[in-house]
């Protein structure tokens, strides 16, 4: 499995990560804060199915440009999967012929449309050989962190979270887990903070780790611009943990 998390920083500085996309295989898009931004128009059009964590605009920003930017060449239909609430935001807040034109309305003249796929928590569901785990996280509105299964390796992605549990027991009983990718948005010393928001701080995502039992690579991500060099000290003190390098390949 190829796991990629883009750049989302200004200028595209591969430190900052001020919206969140990764890409597996090349064609799923988990989140798509920066899709349009990072991927040129045919790597766009590669983009088959955007898992949509939660409806903060840093995790979603993207796909409706992305839209924009391929709709009149797509081949196939984008699908867009995710929970009822998050469904529901992206219909009534982005997609409304208001903010944006409602892309999953009409087809284009090679019959393809933007369908949104609603998927319960828990459950797992297919995408081609990739098996698909959604599972609730703690954050300030209904978020779901991903668990992704080839068959041969999986991985776990954190999305947006505090302390959390059901994830890390869930990828913990994976015997083909094999990578954590782990959101850390605020130093040490704003710990309260980051708890109070939603979020992790180092000595918060080592509890996760240590909740997973099990020695694979963590990589963290969404560390936010203003306290980066704070942040990278703590990670270094982490035995395996490390900060994900935007655009780097992970073969697991």
Known sequence: ?????LAGGSNGDPKEHYLTSFIINDSLAVDAGSLPLVLSRSQQLLIRDVII??????????LPLMLDNIFADMEISVSAYSTKETIAALHDHIFNNVIWPDFSSFCNRLGAR??????????????????????????????????????QSAVAISSDTTDTEEIWRIAGQNPRLKALFMECSYPNRLERLAYLYGHLCPSLLLKQVQKVGKDVPCYAYHIKAAYLREIMTELEGLAGVVAAEPCVEYEV
Not at 1 to 5: G, I, N, S
Not at 53 to 62: F, V, Y
């Open 1 to 5: 499995m190829k796991v990629k998390l």
């Open 53 to 62: 964590t939660h409806s903060h605009l840093d995790h979603l920003a993207g």
């Open 114 to 151: 933007l369908i949104f796929e609603e998927r319960q928590a828990l459950t797992p569901f297919r995408l081609g050989e990739l098996e698909i785990l959604l599972v609730p996280v703690n954050h300030t509105v209904p978020t779901c962190g991903v668990i992704v299964d080839d068959g």
